[in-house]
């Protein structure tokens, strides 16, 4: 392995594992998108360590993300419901209690109307 390749292959790692890390914080918290995160790391795994790749794709929680996109599956309905749930809940609070710009509020209540659109678009299965 050349050196050009070696450094290549610890920065898709590293990279690869920030977005494991940004997928898992997906999980908790609604505007964070989990599955393009985990797609993300499995792209760089799969290209710098086969080791990672397979405990990601093997893993509990994260493997089934990237099981069901290459399956072409979707999101589970209880997902759905949960993600949209918590959206709405984190914004409407935002929007009701904490902020006081107009403009600010706006920003936050399309974001939610573009996530919640983007989700009801993801076709849905049945788990």
Known sequence: MTKNNKYIK?????AGSLFTFLGILGIFLPLLPTTP??????ACF???S???YQKL?????LGKYIRNYRAGKGIPLRVK???ISLLWLSIGYSVLFLLSSLIMK??????????TVHIL???TYRE
């Open 81 to 83: 419901i949960s993600v």
């Open 57 to 61: 794709l093997n893993g509990k929680l």
């Open 121 to 123: 678009l993801i076709k």
């Open 106 to 115: 706006g920003v936050l209540v399309l974001i939610a109307v573009s996530v």
């Open 50 to 52: 086969e080791k990672l």
């Open 46 to 48: 799969s290209r710098s």
């Open 10 to 14: 610890v920065l898709l790692i590293a």
């Open 37 to 42: 995160f985990i797609l993300l790391a499995a």
